[in-house]
């Protein structure tokens, strides 16, 4: 048996699963400490379980986004650029937004080192000058350290050279190397390597006590963490790269929902109490983002599914005048503050329990809103879900979509462009059945020269290396498939070059059984 859990911004949602069945669930309003609402979440869902049976916990949640949006708990960090005399002209941290800059108080530096796209060297590693910056991190108290080469994605030698030197001068201290984090594109693949050191406090800490909550159960069940793109990571990767669990709540969603559903491609529309996410599924996983996602204010290329999030929640706040859906919602107040539990703000759940069309029956059933009012932003809501349905659609047919979340009783039962509409059972809680489904990852992606291999044989490097990698995380070999394969023609470098991108999955050794 395995329990998923996903907290979000206005509930925590867990589940306890048994060879693919849903033996419970239960879902809570997210405390302000997280850790209580994760440790309540597992008490239910465990209740007269035998504890010894529950081989894996898989736990989504927001701990590392919030610390980064409230700029708390995070490693003051140094960052090395290992360009030789190229790239000088933008200075790692050029584009960050000023707070985040002045609370973190970076050390940054340009050395030797860098590769041309082909894997000549720009220059070569200097030990001794990286000794000479081990020493400035000592003084100031440096607690952790991100290396970026140039076209480091085509040889990683020099950041792992650098790595070692780093590790011999300074002992154990979290490094982030960006061959491991990033994709092609220096500036983006720099900072979310940047931001991956940054979180390694926060990840510390985070998961500590994710650990200690699971002692305190007296569970012995191991601890897994779920990732931006629908996988899932051993908590020692998740400490080593946290960055990679930085927003996995959408995808926890959209996996969840196609288990629920059994649509393996279509669209997904996940309502909660805030905002409303929506992806396309492919392949029963979410679809990655081809462009730089933005994390904070500051541009990133890691992979991330590619999602649409709208203001628009079961908690979201009704104005008394056009237009009558406001940006704002109560969040996990709605609960306390909303007409429908006797406070006095009107919400979009206030409008639908209003006509019993909710899937609840709320505390007061007694307040009365009018039809026009009703009518207005039952309007708007069809308006605002067909527009972002359309912006996410790759072409003009028809789709099927999968609605989930604890909102879902707001989406209308018709919608332009969609010929199916699915409402699965369960689905209030889809987020934390994705996270209980999350399997191992394994991924590739390298520059090759088309003149020096033939095509056929750079492909089966990058499949074989993507299951490679997905093995070492502790994947079942037998069960491991490649779901994602994507070839991009690099026009402005010489020798044919392409940038060949694989993705495999698999489950996880000994556990899913």
């Known amino acids: 048996m395995r329990i998923g859990i996903d907290v979000g911004g206005t509930n925590t949602d867990s589940v306890l699963i048994n060879n693919n069945k849903i033996e419970s669930s239960f879902k809570t309003n997210t405390s302000e400490d997280i850790s209580d609402s994760v440790k309540l979440s597992i008490s239910e869902v465990i209740h007269n379980q035998p504890k010894e049976k529950i081989n894996s916990i898989i736990i989504g949640t927001t701990h590392l986004i919030n610390d980064l949006l409230e700029r708390k708990n995070l ?3 140094g960052v090395i650029r290992l360009c030789g005399p190229a790239t000088r002209l933008l200075k790692p941290l050029c584009d960050w937004p000023a707070d985040i800059k002045k609370s973190n108080n970076f050390i940054t530096d340009f050395t030797n080192g860098g590769l041309e796209f082909d894997g000549r060297e720009i220059s070569a590693v200097n030990k001794s000058e990286i000794q000479k910056l081990c020493e400035i991190y000592k003084k100031d108290h440096v607690e952790s350290i991100a290396i970026t080469g140039v076209f480091a994605s085509v040889n990683p030698y020099q950041e792992l050279e650098v790595k070692n030197i780093i ?22 693949r720099e900072n979310a390597t ?25 569970l012995k069940s191991k601890i897994y963490i779920t990732q931006n793109d629908g996988t899932m990571a051993s908590i020692n990767d998740a400490l080593n790269y946290p960055i990679f669990s930085l927003s996995s709540g959408p995808t926890n969603s959209m996996r969840g929902a196609a288990f629920l559903s059994g649509i393996k491609g279509g669209i997904v529309i996940d309502i909660g109490g805030t905002s409303t996410d929506i992806g396309m599924l492919i392949n029963s996983f979410p679809k990655e983002s081809s462009i730089a996602v933005e994390f904070s204010g500051i541009r990133t290329n890691f992979r991330m599914a590619d999602v649409l999030s709208i203001p628009l929640g079961g908690g979201s706040i009704i104005n008394q005048k056009t237009p009558y859906l406001s940006n704002q919602s109560l969040g996990n ?11 006095s703000t009107t919400t979009i759940t206030d409008i639908f ?13 007694s307040f009365k809103l009018s039809p026009n009012l009703i009518k207005s932003v039952e309007n708007e809501i069809y308006s605002k879900i067909s ?17 989930v979340g604890g909102g879902s009783f707001i989406i209308p039962k018709k919608l332009d462009g969609v010929d199916l509409i699915k409402f699965p059972k369960f689905g209030e809680v889809a987020n934390a059945i994705g996270s209980s489904m999350a399997q191992i990852s394994g991924y590739s992606e390298k520059v090759f020269s088309t003149t020096d291999l033939p095509r056929d044989e750079i492909i089966e490097i990058s499949k074989n290396e993507a299951i490679e990698n997905a093995v070492k995380k502790g994947a079942e070999e037998k069960s491991i498939e490649i779901i994602d394969f994507e070839e991009i023609p690099l026009s402005y470098l ?9 993705r495999a999955v698999g489950n996880i050794k000994n556990e899913f059984n």
């Open 75 to 77: 490693s003051k960090t």
């Open 167 to 188: 590790l011999n001068e300074m002992g154990k201290i979290p490094v982030s190397m960006s061959h491991q984090i990033g994709r092609i594109g220096l500036l983006e």
């Open 194 to 218: 940047i931001l991956n050191a940054m979180l390694s406090k926060s990840a510390k800490k985070t998961f500590a006590n994710l650990t200690k909550i699971i002692n305190e159960l007296n």
């Open 333 to 343: 107040r709605i609960t306390t503050d909303s007409l429908s539990f006797n406070g």
């Open 353 to 365: 329990t209003n006509q019993n069309k909710a899937n609840f029956i709320p505390p007061n059933q």
């Open 387 to 403: 527009i972002a349905v359309d912006r996410m659609k790759t072409d003009s047919k028809n789709i099927k979509a999968i609605v």
């Open 494 to 502: 010489p020798s044919n070059a392409v940038t060949i991108k694989t």
